[in-house]
């Protein structure tokens, strides 16, 4: 059964999937998005990413969630309709929206183009507070309404489905990498996890010529990593042996596992002055104070990215023919996705083929 939410500006005219308490379970849903001011783009979605956050925000794991919530902060698109300020998009237009709507854009943050980490919060493109007082509401749903400044230009001839996880996982490792000067050819890289993120990190690693290290506590990533996405190197990362070989050898590790695991060794395996970027989540981070001082190494987090170096990923990603391996599913079927999401039962990514399913 579905349900419905008409609110004060709208006719409820927006088809979505919510969830409407903490099982998390999405079903079908009506509601009305905010009505489209002058900097404003409206844009149809055609596909949406499914994001591990998918899975935390509607069971309520921050202890925050709005209900009924819409999910899904990878949206790909088509512009409808502008407002009059918008100079930047035109109907017809292929966009992107990621995890934030808007920010205040008079901190030093936003003036640097790093809205992501604005002083007073980003908007968060769902469970969130918009600028008019409603809830935020994401992109398992047919169209979405966000300022010009954050929507991204998807290149001409770049397939929309592969570029929506590009607007959260892909900007999650490409962003660190490049603050870190992870770009310089020749230099080494290791990635922790080969999931969403950890298959785009190795992609990323390859274009800018690093030679790319994956680990992985599962052999059965080993043909993929090295056949499928081209990493130069694997390692069982429980093999103490394969590991004390690779000890001092790697300029930068990415990590984006979530799951609680060990630090001591990753950071052994550092050179001098080496950096380990965490962008998973593990419920703690341990390791020896030593395992920094010894080597003048550096642990670091990082969240998603902000606009200016999300729309260069994108056309980076454009012209070295970078892509997403997805699997596409109606959205009929996110429930098992997301199911699937958590058993890590998908090579790499799901993607809502919202336009076609979503009726």
């Not at 999937?17 to 998005?33: H, M």
């Not at 600028?131 to 992109?139: A, L, R, S």
């Not at 998807?154 to 929309?160: E, F």
């Amino acid at each position: 059964m579905s349900s419905e939410n008409t609110g004060a500006n709208g006719n409820g005219d927006c088809l979505g999937w919510a969830a409407t308490d903490e099982s998390g379970i999405l079903s079908p849903y009506k509601f009305s998005r905010r009505s489209l001011q002058n900097d404003d783009v409206s844009v149809k979605i055609t596909h949406c990413g499914i994001c591990y956050a998918d899975v935390l925000f509607p069971r309520n794991k921050h202890g925050n969630a709005k209900y009924p919530m819409v999910p899904g902060h990878e949206i790909a698109g088509i512009v409808q309709e502008v407002g009059s300020n918008v100079h930047g998009f035109k109907v017809g237009d292929h966009v992107g929206i990621g995890t934030y709507v808007n920010s205040c854009r008079n901190c030093d943050y936003c003036g640097d183009g790093l809205e992501v980490f604005c002083e007073k919060g980003p908007v968060f493109t769902y469970n969130n507070v918009d600028v008019d007082g409603t809830i935020t509401q994401g992109g398992f749903s047919s169209y979405i309404i966000a300022h010009q400044g954050y929507c991204f230009r998807i290149p001409d001839g770049y397939p929309l489905a592969s570029a929506a996880p590009l607007l959260c996982a892909g900007i999650t490792v490409y962003s660190p990498m490049i603050r870190h000067k992870m770009n310089q050819p020749g230099k080494s890289l290791g990635v922790i996890g080969l999931g969403g993120l950890g298959h785009l990190a190795v992609k990323f690693g390859k274009a800018f010529g690093l030679n790319v290290t994956v680990f992985s506590t599962s052999t059965s990533k080993k043909e993929e990593a090295l056949t499928l996405l081209g990493a130069d190197n694997f390692v069982v990362s429980s093999d103490l042996e394969q590991m004390t070989a690779l000890a001092k050898s790697l300029d930068f590790i990415i990590d984006t596992a979530s799951g609680d695991h060990p630090f001591d060794p990753y950071m052994s395996l550092l050179k001098t002055a080496g950096v380990l970027v965490l962008v998973g989540a593990p419920s703690e981070v341990k390791l020896s104070p030593l395992s920094l001082i010894r080597g003048m190494k550096s642990i670091s987090g990082s969240g998603t990215g902000g606009t200016k170096q999300t729309q260069e990923m994108l056309d980076f990603c454009a012209a070295h023919k970078i892509y997403p391996n997805i699997e596409i599913v109606p959205i009929q079927y996110v429930n098992e996705a997301l199911e699937r999401l958590i058993k890590k039962d998908v090579k790499y990514r799901f993607v809502i083929d919202v336009e076609s399913s979503l009726k």
